[in-house]
């Protein structure tokens, strides 16, 4: 999922304006507004008033196009599981204590809808162009014989 989608999913799952955000952030509406259409670019220090403000980590707004796989594993490469003497103890150290884990959530579920939109309007072109084939292999034929 791209920085602009995750921006506004964020934003709508709290329920605030674009105005609201800019304020938060310390940002004029153009600014804001300019990033969460794509037209700038995130830099570090945003990126670390937008985890403060959405209580989510940080790498989640810096990763951008990344495999989902890979994003999950950025996400929570800051947790530490430590082995104890009696084998392993479970002490995890994660850097964000999962906060904004309800955003996130929400992000992917509008990822996977958005997806499923997708996919089933793939799934009628391709119907189109198969029954399209189809007539076309029947006139064919029909001149042929």
Known sequence: ???PIKLKVFREYR????DDVSKELNLSVKSYTDLEM?????NGVLAQKLS???QAPMEFFLIDDTPHYLQA???YSNCTITSGSAGTSGYINHQHNDRGI??????????IKNLKQQIEYLQQQNDKLVALLGERAKDNFAADC
């Open 15 to 18: 329920n605030w304006t674009i």
């Open 52 to 54: 403060d403000l959405y």
């Open 102 to 111: 309800d955003e996130i959530i929400y992000a992917k579920k509008e990822e």
């Open 73 to 75: 594993e950025v996400l």
């Open 1 to 3: 999922m791209n920085l």
């Open 38 to 42: 794509g037209k700038t670019k995130l």
